[in-house]
């Protein structure tokens, strides 16, 4: 009878919801129905002030917020609404993407757990925890997710779209192009999807396919500065440097404070051997982005060499000057000795990596594929040996650099794995998978900074795909 009394009084105490906190639910509904997350927002503030404190409303207001993108506002709202209705499959959906989005994935991923338990055909948090998993490199699991969904939805875009970054970054390019292919079918001309198709192209050394891609891309928005970075590596496999760098100019030139734009071109310049433009450039990437590691790493070289070419340059010794004599005779032919002498030789390490390619490029390929079947054995020292023939043939193959980087920390052999997948990403600063792999190594070798840097790195380069 007491606690009865009790509950009354407590009835009695708290704030009674006016017909106006209805009103302001309704206005707020609406609003968000008709995409004004920001007044619709206010409209749910208006509610719970009027004491309408029902999880409804604290549902409704933390859906504006995850439109505005105010991730941290719609976890406290959605907190709120579950304490009042623990099992709301849509709350535990929506708090699990704001959680994603502030980088907590394992909270994510244990909110769309519950959410799936609760309701196995919630479609959306299956596509949503695929995504968690695979910031968390849990690729497999997220394939499961996705082949679910497209089981059950084989036209989901989005669920094409994941499955083919999944794929990608497990490296089964073929099966990932198809899914793109797949995707564009239903989506023709998506420049996200195009970017993606054409960097795994890219990767399979189908330049020429990439290029299309890319150059599609770029043609379906001429100020995106992302097409043209990608564009222009294109061009630059395609031994047409002027207009691979053209391209990076261009991309600076829309967005002066996007540091891949810088770093994509301090990298052009270094692998064509302007080690001091290209220390220039990605000193301004890490200005820009100050956990770009590979560029930080790519600075160091590109100092040391510019210190090697000023010691060539120091050290030449101009020849003799030669007894005056009477003028030569007019005549066509090579310039004088001491002419064509006065001038320093370059070394051969300074001249640009890509000269020095094998002239046989089906025997540089046939020494990569060896080395990855033998990756595929479980033959490491092996496959290291094939891909250090096709890596001597073609230094800047950023796959096989990727392979035998792969093959050193297979054999535990941390800091030659780290100076390959750092060599990849210098060819490649769009090689997701030479970062997470590098994130490993470095892990191993006790680099837990760099390691999650180049784990973040990774997960921003596949969530942009």
Same mark, same amino acid.
């Given at each position: 009878?007491?606690?009865?009394?009790?509950?009354?009084?407590?009835?009695? #105490?708290?704030?009674?919801? #006016?017909?106006?906190?209805?009103?302001?639910?309704?206005?707020?509904?609406?609003?968000?129905?008709?995409?004004?997350?920001?007044?619709?927002?206010?409209? &749910?503030?208006?509610?719970?002030?009027?004491?309408?404190?029902?999880?409804?409303?604290?549902?409704?207001?933390? #859906?504006?917020?995850?439109?505005?993108?105010?991730?941290?506002?719609?976890?406290?709202?959605?907190?709120?609404?579950?304490?009042?209705?623990?099992?709301?499959?849509?709350?535990?959906?929506?708090?699990?993407?704001?959680?994603?989005?502030?980088?907590? &994935?394992?909270?994510?991923?244990?909110?769309?757990? /519950?959410?799936?338990?609760?309701?196995?055909?919630?479609?959306?948090?299956?596509?949503?925890?695929?995504?968690?998993?695979?910031?968390?490199?849990?690729?497999?699991?997220?394939?499961?997710?996705?082949?679910?969904?497209?089981?059950?939805?084989?036209?989901?875009?989005?669920?094409?779209?994941? =499955?083919?970054?999944?794929?990608?970054?497990?490296?089964?390019?073929?099966?990932?192009?198809?899914?793109?292919?797949?995707?564009?079918?239903?989506?023709?001309?998506?420049?996200?999807?195009?970017?993606?198709?054409?960097?795994?192209?890219?990767?399979?050394?189908?330049?020429?396919?990439? *290029?299309?891609?890319?150059?599609?891309?770029?043609?379906?928005?001429?100020?995106?500065?992302?097409? &043209?970075?990608?564009?222009?590596?294109?061009?630059?496999?395609?031994?047409?440097?002027?207009?691979?760098?053209?391209?990076?100019?261009? $991309?600076?030139?829309?967005?002066?404070?996007?540091?891949?734009?810088?770093?994509?071109?301090?990298?052009?310049?270094?692998?064509?051997? /302007?080690?001091?433009?290209?220390?220039?450039?990605?000193?301004?990437?890490?200005?820009?982005?100050?956990?770009?590691?590979?560029?930080?790493?790519?600075?160091?070289?590109?100092?040391?060499?510019?210190?090697?070419?000023?010691?060539?340059?120091?050290?030449?010794?101009?020849?003799?000057?030669?007894?005056? $004599?009477?003028?030569?005779?007019?005549?066509?032919?090579?310039?004088?000795?001491?002419?064509?002498?006065?001038?320093?030789?370059?070394?051969? $390490?300074?001249?640009?990596?890509? /000269?020095? *390619?094998?002239?046989?490029?089906?025997?540089?390929?046939?020494?990569? #594929?060896?080395?990855?079947?033998?990756?595929?054995?479980?033959? *490491?020292?092996?496959?290291?040996?094939?891909?250090?023939?096709?890596?001597?043939?073609?230094?800047?193959?950023?796959?096989?650099?990727?392979?035998?980087?792969?093959?050193?920390?297979?054999?535990?052999?941390?800091?030659? $794995?780290?100076?390959? *997948?750092?060599?990849?990403?210098?060819?490649?600063?769009?090689?997701?998978?030479?970062?997470?792999?590098?994130?490993?190594? /470095? =892990?191993?070798?006790?680099?837990?900074?760099?390691?999650?840097?180049?784990?973040?790195?990774?997960?921003?380069?596949?969530?942009?795909?």
């Amino acid at each position: 009878m007491l606690l009865f009394v009790l509950c009354l009084l407590q009835a009695a #105490q708290a704030p009674k919801p #006016q017909p106006a906190a209805e009103v302001e639910r309704a206005r707020a509904e609406r609003l968000l129905e008709q995409g004004n997350a920001a007044e619709a927002a206010d409209a &749910y503030s208006a509610a719970l002030q009027l004491g309408l404190r029902h999880s409804s409303v604290y549902k409704g207001r933390g #859906q504006a917020h995850l439109r505005l993108e105010y991730w941290n506002e719609a976890i406290a709202d959605f907190d709120a609404a579950l304490r009042l209705r623990l099992n709301d499959t849509d709350v535990l959906r929506d708090r699990g993407i704001a959680r994603a989005k502030i980088g907590r &994935y394992q909270d994510a991923i244990e909110d769309l757990d /519950r959410a799936i338990q609760l309701k196995p055909d919630l479609w959306e948090a299956y596509l949503e925890r695929a995504s968690a998993l695979g910031n968390v490199g849990l690729f497999g699991r997220g394939l499961l997710d996705l082949d679910k969904v497209l089981q059950a939805q084989p036209d989901n875009v989005r669920a094409l779209s994941l =499955r083919g970054a999944a794929y990608f970054m497990t490296g089964e390019h073929r099966k990932a192009i198809e899914d793109y292919s797949a995707a564009l079918q239903r989506q023709p001309g998506d420049i996200r999807l195009l970017l993606a198709r054409g960097a795994t192209h890219a990767q399979l050394g189908e330049h020429r396919k990439a *290029f299309e891609d890319r150059d599609a891309a770029v043609k379906a928005d001429l100020t995106l500065s992302e097409a &043209y970075i990608a564009r222009g590596a294109s061009y630059h496999q395609l031994g047409e440097h002027a207009k691979g760098l053209e391209d990076r100019n261009t $991309a600076i030139r829309l967005n002066p404070r996007l540091a891949s734009a810088w770093a994509a071109r301090g990298n052009a310049f270094y692998l064509l051997g /302007r080690f001091s433009d290209a220390s220039s450039d990605l000193r301004e990437a890490v200005r820009l982005d100050p956990t770009d590691t590979a560029s930080r790493d790519l600075i160091e070289k590109a100092r040391e060499r510019v210190r090697e070419q000023m010691d060539v340059a120091s050290t030449a010794v101009p020849p003799a000057a030669p007894p005056v $004599a009477p003028p030569p005779p007019a005549a066509v032919g090579p310039p004088p000795a001491a002419q064509r002498d006065s001038e320093p030789r370059p070394k051969e $390490a300074d001249l640009p990596k890509h /000269r020095h *390619f094998m002239t046989n490029p089906k025997e540089v390929e046939a020494h990569h #594929q060896q080395g990855r079947a033998l990756l595929q054995k479980g033959s *490491f020292a092996e496959a290291i040996e094939e891909l250090s023939k096709a890596i001597t043939g073609k230094p800047d193959h950023a796959l096989a650099l990727n392979a035998r980087g792969y093959a050193y920390l297979q054999l535990r052999q941390a800091a030659k $794995a780290v100076e390959d *997948f750092t060599a990849a990403v210098a060819v490649n600063p769009e090689y997701a998978n030479a970062y997470l792999n590098r994130s490993a190594a /470095r =892990r191993m070798a006790g680099d837990k900074d760099g390691a999650q840097q180049d784990a973040a790195k990774a997960a921003s380069l596949t969530r942009n795909r």
